[in-house]
């Protein structure tokens, strides 16, 4: 059963950073991509970025609110990818979810269950 | 303001049948890409509905059904049940954008 499981989520001040992961079970994680996908209060979803696998050269790419300031990377052998956010803003405040993202087809066939980060001083 | 626009609400009464729209551009749907849909329940994570436009996974009743023509797309619902109740995003590709794929603001479909 493929499963993805985010943690590292919490409270955090304006300015501040935080690191959350996403820990997979199921799949060969090596030979897929992972996207975040956000949802802030009440409102919709936001791709926030990508982060390929070895094959496809284990690229990245952001949305352009979080670009320069979200990294997204990935450690094959722990099959966890993580999401490095810096320089938090109040609108940074969601659910982040962590998704298996089919890179040719570009959609999510696996969602986590989703981790709250709230900025706020 | 989303990339994709979806109506905010749609309604039907058990049994009916509802169409759910998402409209696109010419950096989107129109210029090929697919479209997905995503189903939202209260209080849970999004879950793949549709793909590839007119794609099931394995487990979605085949109430559910989508089309794609020009710049727009559907999701159709036929024999409208309680539990169906729920937020529904179009995805897409964007290639005037770093990356992206895109969503629409969502559609929230309420049972009679």
């Known amino acids: 059963e493929v499963r993805l499981v985010e943690s590292g989520g919490g409270l955090v001040q304006p300015g501040r950073s935080l690191r959350l992961s996403c820990t997979a079970y199921?799949?060969?994680?090596?030979?897929?991509?992972i996207s975040w996908v956000r949802q802030a209060p009440g409102k919709g979803l936001e791709w926030v970025g990508i982060?390929?696998?070895?094959?496809?050269?284990?690229?990245?790419e952001y949305a352009a609110s979080v670009k320069g300031r979200f990294t997204i990377s990935r450690d094959d052998s722990k099959t966890t990818a993580y999401l490095q956010m810096s320089s938090l803003k109040t609108e940074d405040t969601a659910v982040y979810y962590c998704?298996?993202?089919?890179?040719?087809?570009?959609?999510?066939?696996?969602w986590g269950q989703g981790a709250l980060v709230t900025v706020s001083s | 303001q989303s990339i994709l626009t979806q109506p905010p609400s749609v309604s039907g009464a058990p049994g009916q049948r509802v169409t759910i729209s998402c409209t696109g551009s010419?950096?989107?749907?129109?210029?090929?890409?697919?479209v997905h849909w995503y189903q939202q329940l209260p209080g849970t994570a999004p879950k793949l509905l549709i793909h590839?436009?007119?794609n099931r996974p394995s487990g979605v009743p085949d109430r559910f059904s989508g089309s794609k023509s020009g710049t727009s797309a559907s999701l159709a619902i036929t024999g409208l049940q309680a539990d169906d109740e729920a937020n529904y995003y179009c995805?897409?590709?964007?290639?005037?954008?770093?990356?992206?794929?895109?969503f629409g603001g969502g559609t929230k479909l309420t049972v009679l």
């Open positions: 982060i390929r696998s070895r094959a496809y050269g284990g690229t990245t």
């Open positions: 010419s950096s989107n749907i129109g210029a090929g890409y697919d």
């Open positions: 998704v298996r993202d089919l890179v040719v087809m570009a959609y999510f066939d696996h």
């Open positions: 199921g799949f060969m994680f090596g030979d897929d991509a």
């Open positions: 995805q897409s590709y964007d290639n005037s954008l770093s990356g992206s794929r895109v």
């Open positions: 590839g436009n007119s």
